[in-house]
T-cell receptor, first 115, second 115 residues
Framework: GAGVSQSPRYKVTKRGQDVALRCDPI?????LYWYRQALGQGPEFLTY????????KSGLPNDRFSAERPEGSISTLTIQRTEQRDSAMYRC?????????????FGPGTRLTVL | AQSVTQPDIHITVSEGASLELRCNYS??????LFWYVQSPGQGLQLLLK??????LVQGIKGFEAEFKRSQSSFNLRKPSVHWSDAAEYFC?????????????FGTGTQLKVEL
């Protein structure tokens, strides 16, 4: 596609429910990143993939958070048993190829609200 | 650990005036530095980046930034601000070596432009 897309754009859920956030990277992009941005803060790294392999998940706050990218393209970030503190903007970015100098292109984000 | 400080949370300038947004970083080695802009409802857009070479880098929309190693700074400048520049600006640092490009962002500076 023309850019990184994320769905849904807005998600409102009740505490205790599971949510799945989807990221569709730019076609052919090898690396995919997930960030979380709380209100009034900058994005904070969660995890990233090269192809289908999860390279670094050090930013995932706890074991309720998980991510996958089974075919090396679309990725899903899943939050189990959501809590109010999970409310934030979740951003996805992709880049190519594997060089650390490559620009990350960000999607519009998913605004998650946990009631 | 790497960190980024943007000391100004809000800045207001008049249209046509010059602009400088401050960014200080802490990093143990040579960093890669970025400035992103976030407009309401939009994803983060890269303005410019510094990897090596000339310490004055030019970006899109007439922005430039200067890397000053001695001051650990990477300030963003524009000689004449346009009303459409009103947005939130984020400085970010990434690792110069190793796989992946896990970015660490500052908390952002909200720019308001008075007509």
């Amino acid at each position: 596609g023309a850019g990184v897309s994320q769905s849904p754009r807005y998600k409102v859920t009740k505490r205790g429910q599971d949510v799945a956030l989807r990221c569709d990277p730019i076609s052919g992009h090898v690396s995919l990143y997930w960030y979380r941005q709380a209100l009034g803060q900058g994005p904070e790294f969660l995890t990233y993939f090269n192809y289908e392999a999860q390279q670094d998940k050090s930013g995932l706050p706890n074991d309720r958070f998980s991510a996958e990218r089974p075919e090396g393209s679309i990725s899903t970030l899943t939050i189990q048993r959501t809590e109010q503190r999970d409310s934030a903007m979740y951003r996805c970015a992709s880049s190519t190829p594997l060089s650390s100098t490559d620009t990350q292109y960000f999607g519009p984000g998913t605004r998650l609200t946990v009631l | 650990a790497q960190s980024v400080t943007q000391p100004d949370i809000h800045i207001t300038v008049s249209e046509g005036a010059s602009l400088e947004l401050r960014c200080n970083y802490s990093y143990g080695a040579t960093p890669y530095l970025f400035w992103y802009v976030q407009s309401p409802g939009q994803g983060l857009q890269l303005l410019l980046k510094y990897f090596s070479g000339d310490t004055l880098v030019q970006g899109i929309k007439g922005f430039e930034a200067e890397f000053k190693r001695s001051q650990s700074s990477f300030n963003l400048r524009k000689p004449s601000v346009h009303w459409s520049d009103a947005a939130e600006y984020f400085c970010a640092v990434g690792p110069a070596t190793g796989g992946g490009n896990k970015l660490t962002f500052g908390t952002g500076t909200q720019l308001k432009v008075e007509l």
